[in-house]
Each structure stands twice: as C-alpha cells, then as structure tokens.
C-alpha cells in the first residue's frame, strides 16, 4: 500500500513569486495536515483538512493557503514568497479521529527554498 | 495549551552505548506522548506513543520511554545504539481524547550522532 506521497521533493521559488506544493494521501485517509520544519524551530502546524474542509489553522498569515479535493488530496499554495518561507513542508493523513486516537503518517516532504 | 521542550539540541554516543533523550511537556489535562525518528531527507516515523495504561513503552527499532506524570516526562532511551539510529527525534504531545493531529505539538529535535 502507498503510503503519503509529497510533490515535488524540491522546490526553487525567487522572493515575491508563488509556491504550490502537493500532497497525495494513503488511500482511506480523510484527513490531511500540513506543517512547515524550519531549521531549528521543530514542526509548525500550519493547516488541517478533513473531507474538503478546511478545519483548523495555525498561527501562520494568510498568504499560506491551501485546499483539499474530493479525492482527498491536498495542495498548500504559499503566495508573496519570503526568504523566511525556506523550509520543509511535511503532509501527514489520517482517519478522521472522532474523539480518538488515530495515527497520523508522514510524506517525505518538499524542502522550498526561496532565493 | 501544552508545549514540549527537549533539552539537548545534539547527543553524540558512541556505538553499543546507551542512550537517553531527554523530553518534558507541560499541560494542564491528560495527554498522550509521541516520540518521532526523522533521518536525512525523509519524513517522521513513529517511534513509539503513550496514549493510556503502562507508563513504560516499547517501540520500534529497541527504544522505549517512560512516561512519568510527576516529573511532566517523556524520556527516550536505548540500551545499546547502532550506527543506523543516527537521525533527528522528536518528542511530541497532545491532549488526550481530541480527534486529528492539529492539536500535537511537536519539540525542537534531538540530533542523536552514534560515533562508530
């Protein structure tokens, strides 16, 4: 079985431009996470999609956008590229948790860096 | 709100020496406990979690962490390291009994270097 797959796996984007990073999850999963690994600062949550809805966001501004399609995958748009946007940006799925633990999986990741 | 904070930015072992990862959390309600492996270029993997029940956990690859409510910890040990466990960890938490992963929070990592 496949399991979450990210696209591309590197990305090179000039200040000012816009980034669109893909994310496929395993099949079943209906939910999908995104989080931005800037080094040294750990993972960020950055959104939460579950069933095509947007249901949670963290504390990042709104040029980070994203959505997800009916087939349950998932694109972050990342719009007025800033130098500090440089990091890896990891796509995790999962059931949907309904008050319960469910494990979440990770992709590998596309490392963006912005020039 | 919770955090997680892990002292040691790097540990360096040598080869077949034990190893200890040291994670603390703060919250004010029930949480569950994660520890990830990332190593170079991937994603993370799930080492182990503490969700309920023994405060001793075993996880993959020979680690195994115990949680201590006490002392608000979540330390990640290995009785003898392989060449092959040097990676980034990171210790993660949640609030017990909420649905999805939006609410884990996730610590800064631990470089673990295991000098041969």
């Known amino acids: 079985e496949a399991g979450v797959t990210q696209s591309p796996t590197h990305l090179i984007k000039t200040r000012g431009q816009q980034a669109t990073l893909r994310c496929s999850p395993i099949?079943?999963?209906?939910?999908v996470y995104w989080y931005q690994q800037a080094l040294g600062l750990g993972l960020q949550f950055l959104l939460w999609y579950d069933e095509g809805e947007e249901r949670n966001r963290g504390n990042f501004p709104p040029r980070f956008s994203g959505r997800q399609f009916p087939n349950y995958s998932s694109e972050l748009n990342v719009n007025a590229l800033e130098l500090e946007d440089s990091a890896l940006y990891l796509c995790?799925?999962?059931?949907?948790?309904?008050?319960?633990?469910?494990?979440?999986?990770f992709g590998q990741g596309t490392r963006l860096t912005v020039v | 709100a919770q955090s997680v904070t892990q002292l040691d930015s790097q540990v360096p072992v040598f080869e077949e020496a034990p190893v200890e990862l040291r994670c603390n959390y703060s919250?004010?309600?029930?949480?569950?406990l994660f520890w990830y492996v990332q190593y170079p270029n991937q994603g993370l993997q799930l080492l182990l979690k503490y969700l309920s029940g023994s405060t001793l956990v075993k996880g993959i690859n020979g680690f195994e962490a115990e949680f201590n409510k006490s002392q608000t910890s979540f330390h990640l040990r290995k009785p003898s390291v392989h060449i092959s466990d040097t990676a980034e960890y990171f210790c993660a938490v949640s609030r017990a009994y909420t649905g999805g992963y939006q609410k884990v929070t996730f610590g800064t990592g631990t470089k673990l270097q295991v000098i041969p």
């Open positions: 919250s004010s309600v029930s949480v569950y």
């Open positions: 099949s079943g999963h209906t939910s």
């Open positions: 995790a799925s999962s059931l949907k948790g309904k008050g319960r633990y469910t494990e979440a999986f």
